[in-house]
């Protein structure tokens, strides 16, 4: 089996303990605000880490260094000790502004390499680093082959590591898609319009073969090939994936922190699905408040949802309210003491689908 050793990450609420504490509390940290550079007639719901860019270093880096500290010892990067780097854009915001500027230096930290090697630098890592990035499922990539690493005996601990920040590419992209506007998420609504948030951030988890109180069960990937950018429409793909990760004839007693951006069809989909094969199990998506962190979201709330099984209570489906397309959806924080397992859920455009199953004692 295959364990959480190590669970780390910070959002615009702060850390993975203050972010589930103020998730909790119902706190939102969206904002709607206002994009450098993007031709927009509305702000643009966004949830910002603070820090600005020193010197020669982009604004995220501190995050990462502050990261990179709270890590166990051990000789990270080596053979025994692979490090998967997670992310959706890398560089990209680097590379946005040596496209605005010209300047070189900006190169030197403008793509998924030159940032390997700058982190591999900061941090003493050795070169045992896959990199990584497949949308919003990419850091339950990296989860998936850090536990098959470790399953095979080739690692004797897995470190995956991801962040994604913002900067005006992103956000423009998302708004060219006409899923990012002048609305406030509200993840499982049943509404007429359905939008998302963006947020920034960072997380580090490790597994290892080492018992903890934390046990990943089953992790799985399905991916539809339906559509570049939505889902197959009888939400076949969700079931899929829950199919592969919740075997016949199990009836654990979960709760869900589903996907849940706040788009419509897709949150539909999934909620019906989930309802589906897990009745009784609550549903709640946190993205309505720390905002969606693309490629970083599986690693980020992974460590949320960790802090939240120490505690004994998990954050509700926060910024959103009915009506909602199931009544699954737990709306407020409440008790984990009935349930021995959470189901972990990830979406991407091109109906890619993950789910991790966690047990804990």
């Not at 990450?9 to 850390?15: M, P, V, Y």
């Not at 910002?48 to 890590?71: C, F, I, N, T, V």
């Not at 489906?317 to 397309?325: H, L, R």
Request: charged share 15%; aromatic share 8%; net charge negative.
């Amino acid at each position: 089996m295959v364990f959480i050793q190590h669970a780390a990450c910070c959002t615009a609420l702060g850390d993975a303990h203050e972010s589930a504490e103020s998730l909790r509390a119902g706190r939102v940290a969206l904002q709607l605000s206002d994009v450098p550079d993007l031709e927009n007639e509305e702000p643009l719901p966004l949830a910002y880490l603070s820090g600005e860019a020193s010197g020669d270093r982009p604004k995220w880096m501190p995050h990462l260094q502050q990261l990179a500290e709270a890590l166990p010892d051990a000789p990270w990067g080596t053979a025994r000790f692979p490090i998967y780097l997670t992310s959706s854009n890398y560089g990209i915001d680097q590379l946005y502004v040596f496209s605005k500027t010209r300047d070189p230096e900006q190169l030197e930290w403008a793509t998924p390499h030159a940032v390997t090697a700058q982190l591999r630098a900061a941090f003493g890592w050795g070169p045992q680093i896959t990199v990584l990035s497949h949308a919003c499922v990419t850091g339950q990539l990296g989860l998936i082959l850090a536990e098959r690493a470790i399953l095979e005996g080739q690692a004797e601990a897995a470190l995956v590591f991801s962040f994604d920040f913002l900067s005006p590419f992103v956000i423009g992209g998302f708004n060219a898609l006409k899923i990012l506007n002048g609305q406030m998420p509200a993840p499982y609504r049943d509404g007429e319009v359905g939008a998302i948030g963006l947020g920034e951030g960072a997380g580090a988890i490790v597994l290892s073969a080492s018992p903890t109180e934390f046990k990943i069960k089953k992790q799985a990937l399905f991916n539809e090939m339906f559509h570049f950018t939505s889902n197959a429409p009888d939400g076949s793909g969700f079931d899929r994936v829950l199919e592969a990760c919740l075997p016949a004839g199990e009836r654990p007693k979960l709760w869900v922190k589903g996907h849940g951006t706040g788009t419509l069809e897709a949150g539909a989909l999934e909620a019906r699905a989930i309802e589906a094969r897990l009745k009784d199990a609550p549903l709640v998506s946190w993205k309505g408040s720390i905002g969606h962190t693309l490629g970083s979201c599986a690693v980020v709330e992974l460590a949320i949802a960790v802090e939240s099984l120490k505690s004994g209570t998990a954050p509700g489906n926060v910024g959103s309210t009915g009506p909602y397309f199931t009544e699954s959806i737990q709306p407020d924080a409440f008790s984990l003491a009935p349930y021995d397992g959470a189901l972990l859920l990830s979406n991407a455009f091109g109906g890619a689908h993950a789910a991790m199953w966690i047990s804990y004692e």
